[in-house]
């Protein structure tokens, strides 16, 4: 509560489940910019979680950020190896999460915009060779 609290506080939508299987649901019929998975959860772990996310091509996109309290080197790997984009041991450094949440808006605002420039460009070389066929039509 106090993570869905803070990440909503801090401006960003929230859709929490009760289980790992809730989840996976969920991301069935709904693309998450972020996932913030605790490696333990009930009926399907974070690990788990994470894999089946990256196993499936709509949700290879999505930020997953595992959070335990498991924090020797080995877990870290297995939890890299999983997939995720980030680690958190808890207890969960909130002004760490808040920055990270934030240079991925950041991040995705910038995707957005070199998509829609990238958009305008290949705009911009059709109406220039569209110009160009013209001309030449006429010349």
Not at 30 to 43: A, F, N, T
Not at 47 to 76: E, Q
């Amino acid at each position: 509560m106090v993570l869905e609290r803070s990440v909503v506080t801090w401006g960003h939508a929230f859709i929490s489940a009760a289980d790992g299987e809730a989840a996976q649901e969920l991301l069935k019929t709904q693309r998450g910019d972020v996932c913030i998975v605790d490696w333990e959860m009930p009926r399907l772990s974070g690990l788990a979680l994470c894999k089946w996310i990256r196993s499936t091509g709509g949700n290879r996109a999505t930020h997953v950020i595992i959070t335990t309290s498991k924090g020797r080197p080995a877990d870290i790997q297995e939890g890299y190896e999983a997939g995720a984009n980030n680690y958190l041991t808890k207890p969960t450094d909130l002004k760490y999460l808040r920055r990270q949440l934030t240079r991925l808006a950041e991040n995705a605002g910038m995707v957005e915009a070199t998509e829609q420039s990238e958009k305008k460009v290949d705009t911009l070389e059709y109406f220039g060779r569209d110009l160009l066929f013209s001309r030449t039509q006429a010349g």
